[in-house]
């Protein structure tokens, strides 16, 4: 079973405007960590946000913010005033902790186009 | 400084070579990883180690050998290398000493691995 899903593979947004990239989870772990990654073109990796499984506020980073409802298991990344910048593979992640190791999944990403 | 490093960032070869891929970094970090990012973006976990010892080990065939001399190298050997072989690898790093902290991933810049 997918661990985590990220449900649009790919995404429109007009520039300026914001936009939201799903992402839903699953594990019985109660400590668990959830992350955002860019990767543009270039192909380098860039972290973008954390959420704790016990953090109590949604977590916020500049333009990104990640809108976190632990019942739903769910973790969408919120990108304001989007910017043609943005247009990149985006890739949400869970830490979660079997058997005392930390492991870091990826779901299969979503590839947004910031539209001029 | 970079983070993490990892060479060569390209890698083309033939069919049957056997080719390695090195990494370092330079954070202190007690735990590496190796990531397989396909031609679909997906990021697959390969291995992870932790103080030089091995603690994840995926379903990877046993072509592919990690290495770890120091706790700041993680190395990919890989055997016989085939068509199905090609692909961005990715070295991380992180250090996860509380599982409520936010500790992310620190990417390499990745080698693209083509195996002609």
């Known amino acids: 079973a997918q661990k985590i899903t990220q449900t649009q593979p790919g995404m429109f947004v007009q520039e300026k405007e914001a936009v939201t990239l799903d992402c839903t989870y699953d594990?019985?772990?109660?400590?668990?960590?959830l992350f955002w990654y860019k990767q543009p073109s270039s192909g380098e990796m860039i972290f973008l946000i954390y959420?704790?499984?016990?953090?109590?506020q949604n977590a916020t980073e500049g333009r990104y913010s990640l809108n976190f409802q632990k019942a739903r298991k769910s973790a969408n990344l919120v990108i304001s005033a989007s910017q043609l910048g943005d247009s990149a593979m985006y890739f949400c992640a869970m830490r979660e902790s079997p058997s005392g190791t930390y492991k870091y999944i990826f779901g299969t990403g979503t590839r947004l186009k910031v539209l001029a | 400084d970079t983070a993490v490093s990892q060479t060569p960032k390209y890698l083309v070869t033939q069919m049957g070579n056997d080719k390695s891929i090195k990494c370092e970094q330079n954070?202190?970090?007690?735990?590496m990883y190796w990531y397989k990012q396909d031609s679909k973006k997906f990021l697959k976990i390969m291995f992870s180690y932790n103080n030089k010892e091995l603690i994840i080990n995926e379903t990877v065939p046993n072509r592919f050998s990690p290495k770890s001399p120091d706790k700041a190298h993680l190395n990919l050997h890989i055997n016989s290398l085939e068509l199905g072989d090609s692909a961005v690898y990715f070295c991380?790093?992180?250090?996860?000493?509380?599982?409520?902290?936010?500790?992310?991933?620190?990417f390499g810049s990745g080698t693209q691995l083509s195996v002609l």
């Open positions: 959420q704790g499984s016990y953090d109590q």
């Open positions: 954070l202190g970090h007690d735990t």
């Open positions: 991380a790093s992180s250090q996860v000493i509380d599982s409520l902290i936010n500790e992310k991933l620190f």
């Open positions: 594990t019985s772990d109660p400590s668990y960590g």
